[in-house]
Structures are given as structure tokens and as C-alpha cells.
């Protein structure tokens, strides 16, 4: 099992990030010591800055404002980028041009969206068609606006992606850029996602109170994290061991496939050797076919509009996973949790990189955006010991709709706990933990 001590958290997670993206050109006024007369003075015609578009897309998370604010802060002192306006609900907003304006917001008012969790747009999960696409671009020409920034996971990226290909095919001078986020750290090419950090903080400490309760009053207890394709945030839940005994004893995430009856004898067998036993799992466990778990107990499973199962919202599967342990532990204390929409937006638990590092993809997008014409913005991890990240640009293709799994050294050979390379990729990201202690002797 993977353990960490608590001192060492706080070592690994001094961030220095810094973004490798073009500053934004500032607006300055131009000043002269002595005047020139009326009658040389030359006027050189600039091209007049164009407007902005900012749109929040997919399950929010506790960083996503940063983001918001970081596009903010360096729209408004780019020399490209004239007014900056929001869209309520993402592409759904700009379908029928419900926009806020975003740069004359004040600088308090901002600062205090960057710390509240959640959407302050709103969001949505919208995959347009060609003939939307189309219809927002009176919006666009109604409202002069050029660029094109769109905050969210890989179903954004895709959305980000019709609508520039449609630009493209229609020649219209549009610039899209879309900006990371999502919980699940499943996004191509970028080395984590901003939101993840946050939500693993959650994760892991919420699995350090539940190891504790049970082992207060000792039992088994299981608990479904979410995690479609990938088990990056069900991981997350061993970063709280300190001690040889501390839960979760058993993890089960989507890049292996789950067994059931090997599942019960895993938790028989932890359990008679302490007496007790806490179990992580991703909702989106499945069978050697691929088949989900929590879709097979559901005759007609809901999707959204890019196809996805939904997976959260029920407590079916970890009743399930119960159900089986107590047939087979018949008197034993078997409890179920599932976490679900708490971990996205739990307010006050935040990783202090994971901020800063979401507002870094923001300022980063814009000042990619005075020299490209569009792309997903990504985090590049440098080598050493010290934790530093710095913003790139990859093609938007390279990550729409796309997911990316757990990497094979993550979890260990018997397909049931997580490895020490885990915890020494995600610590850094999740930032200290609560502190615990034991009496001696106890």
C-alpha cells in the first residue's frame, strides 16, 4: 500500500508556476515631452481591438472562477481585446446572445468569484450542431467579437473545436481557445488538470475522516468516487495514509477490470485481519467487456448530449458493492457512501497550487491568443524534485473529446490498492492535508 507522512506533503507542494505563454500586450497611453506641431504630426491608423467571449462548460470545480477572472485580468489589458463579455451557460448563451459584460466588473468583485466555487456563468452540456454554430456567429458579428474562450474538460474541448472548424469552413477571422478544467484529470497531453488538485484535497480527507470513524467503530465501509474512465481522483483517496493501518485498504479504479467475486474475497480477507475495512471505488468500475458496473443496474441509463452514461447522482452501486459484502459477511457492519456532486464544489477546500494554477491557464490562453489563432492550453510539469508547472499550447484536436487513463505503474499488480508513484504525481497537486494523531497505545 502506498503511505506518505504528513510532514512531506507540505514539502512537495511549494508551487512555483509559471506560465511559458506570450504576456498579453497592455494598454498604455502614449505621452510626448514636447508636443510636435499641428502641422507634422503624423497618426498611424492601428487596427481597432476586437471583443471577447468567455463561456464555462461541463461539471464545475472548486477552481474554475480562477480561470474565469485570470482571462479577465489579462483580456483587459491586452491592446487586442476590446470588451469582454460572458455567456450565461456557455454555447447556450451565445446561441441567443444572453452575454454579461465581464471588464467592468470590479477588481473586489472578481477577486471574491475566484474563491467561490462552481460556474459563476453557469454552465451546461451542450454539443452544438453545424446549424448552431452558424447561429452564433450573428452574436458574434452583433457583438464584434474575435476570440473565443471556453472553460472546461474534453467534452469543451470538443465543443471548442466544431466551432472553430466551422469558422474555418465559413472563413470567419474567429480565434477559439479552450482552457482546462475537470475533476477527473483525464485530459490528453497536459500533465493535470486545474480542479483535480482540489478535488483530490477533498477526496483525501474525507477518506482520513472515514478511516477514522471506522476504525472508532469498526466495520466496512465503502465509498464511490467519481470517475467515468479514469481513477485519478479514486486514487487520490490513499493520500491521506500515514500509518500502516489507515484506509482506504482497497482501491478499485476503471483502468482494471472488476470482479466481483475476487472484490468479496478481497474484503474478507482485510477484514479478518483487522477487524475492519475501507474501500474506494470509481463509479466507473466495469467487467472485461467494458461494462459499467452501475449501467448494467440501470435498465434505461440517462446520457447527456455528447453520449456520456450518468454515472452519478444514485447511490445504486455502492449499495450494490454492500449487498455483496453482506452476503457474504452475514452480521458484519457494511456501510455505503457516495460521495458525488460534493467533491466538484465543496466549498472552503481548495489546493493553494491548484488556484494558482488555474488562474495560470487563463492569463496563459489570452496571451497565446495575440499570437495563435487557437488551441487547448496545457500544463508542463518540470523534471526534479521541486514542484514547478508551467503553461503550453497544444492543437485543440489533440484533446477534444478524448480522455486519457491512470498510467499502468499507478496501480498495483493485483488490481486492488495504488502505488507510491501516485502519491509522488499527486501530492504536490493536492497540497497539505489535515492533520491527525494517535495516543499511544492505542
Not at 475537470?182 to 484535497?201: E, M, Q, R, W, Y
Not at 482501491?251 to 475495512?277: I, M, S
Amino acid at each position: 500500500m502506498a503511505r506518505r507522512t504528513q510532514s512531506s506533503s507540505a514539502t512537495r507542494t511549494k508551487s512555483a508556476a509559471t506560465a511559458r505563454a506570450p504576456r498579453p500586450a497592455t494598454k498604455r497611453a502614449t505621452s510626448r515631452s514636447k508636443p510636435a506641431p499641428r502641422t507634422k504630426a503624423v497618426r498611424v491608423k492601428e487596427s481597432a481591438p476586437v471583443n471577447a467571449v468567455i463561456g464555462q462548460s461541463g461539471g464545475p470545480t472548486v477552481v474554475i472562477n480562477q480561470s474565469l477572472v485570470g482571462i479577465v485580468e489579462a483580456a483587459k489589458a491586452s491592446r487586442s481585446i476590446g470588451k469582454v463579455f460572458g455567456a450565461r451557460h456557455g454555447v447556450a448563451g451565445i446561441l441567443i446572445d444572453d452575454l454579461i459584460r465581464l471588464d467592468n466588473q470590479s477588481a473586489s468583485v472578481l477577486e471574491k468569484v475566484a474563491l467561490t466555487p462552481a460556474a459563476a456563468l453557469g454552465s451546461v452540456r451542450k454539443k452544438p450542431t453545424r446549424e448552431e454554430c452558424l447561429a452564433m456567429f450573428d452574436t458574434f458579428r452583433k457583438r464584434e467579437i474575435g476570440y473565443v474562450f471556453y472553460i472546461g474538460g474534453n467534452d469543451s474541448a470538443e465543443t471548442a473545436n466544431i466551432l472553430l472548424e466551422c469558422a474555418r469552413a465559413e472563413r470567419h477571422p474567429l480565434k477559439v481557445f479552450h482552457v482546462p478544467k475537470t475533476i477527473d484529470n483525464d485530459l490528453k497531453v497536459t500533465d493535470h488538470c486545474p480542479g483535480f488538485g482540489s478535488a483530490a484535497k477533498f477526496v483525501a480527507q474525507a477518506f482520513i475522516g472515514d478511516n477514522l470513524d471506522n476504525r472508532s467503530l469498526k466495520g466496512i465501509k465503502i465509498n464511490v468516487v467519481m470517475g467515468r474512465h479514469a481513477g485519478f481522483l479514486t486514487a487520490a483517496s490513499v493520500l491521506g495514509r500515514v500509518h500502516d493501518d489507515d484506509g482506504p485498504h482497497l482501491v478499485y479504479v476503471p483502468e482494471v477490470a472488476f470482479d466481483e467475486r475476487a472484490f468479496v474475497r478481497d474484503v474478507k480477507h482485510v477484514y479478518h485481519g483487522l477487524g475492519r475495512c475501507v474501500v474506494a471505488v470509481s463509479e466507473g468500475i466495469h467487467d472485461k467487456r467494458g461494462k459499467t458496473v452501475a449501467e448494467k443496474m440501470v435498465a434505461k441509463a440517462e446520457r447527456d448530449a455528447h453520449g456520456n452514461v450518468q454515472l452519478s447522482g444514485s447511490g445504486a452501486l455502492g449499495d450494490h458493492l454492500a449487498g455483496l459484502v453482506k452476503k457474504a459477511l452475514p452480521g458484519a457492519r457494511v456501510r455505503a457512501d457516495t460521495f458525488g456532486y460534493l467533491q466538484r464544489s465543496f466549498a472552503g477546500c481548495w489546493s493553494e497550487s491548484d488556484a494558482k494554477e488555474a488562474r495560470l491557464v487563463g492569463r496563459a490562453a489570452v496571451g497565446f491568443a495575440e499570437t495563435r489563432t487557437s488551441g487547448t492550453v496545457v500544463l508542463e510539469r518540470a523534471k526534479g524534485k521541486r514542484y514547478r508547472c508551467t503553461a503550453g499550447l497544444a492543437p485543440l484536436k489533440r484533446v477534444a473529446k478524448f480522455t486519457k487513463v491512470m498510467p499502468a505503474r499507478f496501480v498495483n499488480k493485483a488490481g486492488n490498492d495504488i502505488t507510491p508513484a501516485f502519491v509522488e504525481y499527486a501530492a504536490p497537486l493536492a497540497g497539505p492535508l489535515h492533520p491527525t494523531g494517535r495516543l499511544r497505545g492505542i
